[in-house]
């Protein structure tokens, strides 16, 4: 239990162009989903922090207008890089968690990634 | 969250125990160790927690100090595919949370 995917696994988009990444919690309700980035031989850095039906909160230096993230129910969170630019290619990680009682309470749990490559 | 420091990089032989250790020296009452790894371009992937006693699993076993100040995560017989980088956390229980990594140890298991 406790599955976390994404899709897609990975993206070449040219530069200017948006790109959508999804993360499905498989088997249980996530009422929070984080979002990550990471750079070659670099540790993750969390982006940004989306609550069910409420705003997402972004880390310091992330452009929320740059990277729309969209958590429509409790078990899918978007996140759309817009207007891509070659220095946005990455490996984007979300992870998700049900803050309720429960077998997966509390617990995170990370989706596989997807790699952006921007031309 | 308490702050946590690994050495940049380990390796080991395969077949043989690796030994990963953590240091938590601020880690508070409540706080949990987490283990997670990540295998190159995958997400992380849970390992193993604990509180204070040690704990093993069909993965690993995690050996805590009695001060709960450092831990150790033992990867009994390692395997190539054991190769990752492995993340030390310390992190309350249950309530909102905000999770973190630092960089973590670069494991080598080799042949």
């Known amino acids: 239990g406790a599955v976390v995917s994404q899709h897609p696994s990975w993206v070449i988009c040219k530069s200017g162009t948006s790109v959508k990444i999804e993360c499905r919690s498989l088997?249980?309700?996530?009422?929070?989903m984080f979002w990550y980035r990471q750079f070659p031989k670099q540790s993750l850095m969390l982006m940004a922090t989306?609550?069910?039906?409420?705003?997402?909160?972004?880390e310091q230096g992330v452009e929320k207008d740059k990277f729309l993230i969209n958590h429509a129910s409790l078990t899918l969170s978007t996140l759309t890089v817009t207007s891509a630019h070659p220095e946005d290619s990455s490996f984007y990680i979300c992870s998700a968690s049900a803050e309720s009682s429960g077998i997966y309470s509390y617990e995170q749990y990370f989706g596989p990634g997807t790699r952006l490559t921007v031309t | 969250d308490a702050k946590t420091t690994q050495p940049t990089s380990m390796d080991c032989a395969e077949g043989r125990a690796a030994n990963l250790p953590c240091n938590h020296s601020?880690?508070?009452?409540?706080?949990?160790v987490y283990w997670y790894r990540q295998i190159h371009s995958q997400g992380p992937q849970y390992i193993i927690h604990g509180l204070k006693n040690n704990e093993t699993n069909e993965m690993a076993s995690l050996i805590i100090t009695e001060d709960r100040k450092s831990s150790t995560l033992i990867l009994p017989h390692a395997t190539l595919r054991d190769t990752a980088v492995y993340y030390c956390i310390v992190r309350a229980s249950g309530g909102s949370y905000i999770p973190t990594f630092g960089r973590g140890t670069s494991l080598i298991v080799h042949p």
């Open positions: 989306s609550n069910e039906g409420s705003k997402a909160t972004y």
């Open positions: 601020t880690i508070s009452g409540n706080e949990y």
């Open positions: 088997d249980f309700q996530a009422t929070t």
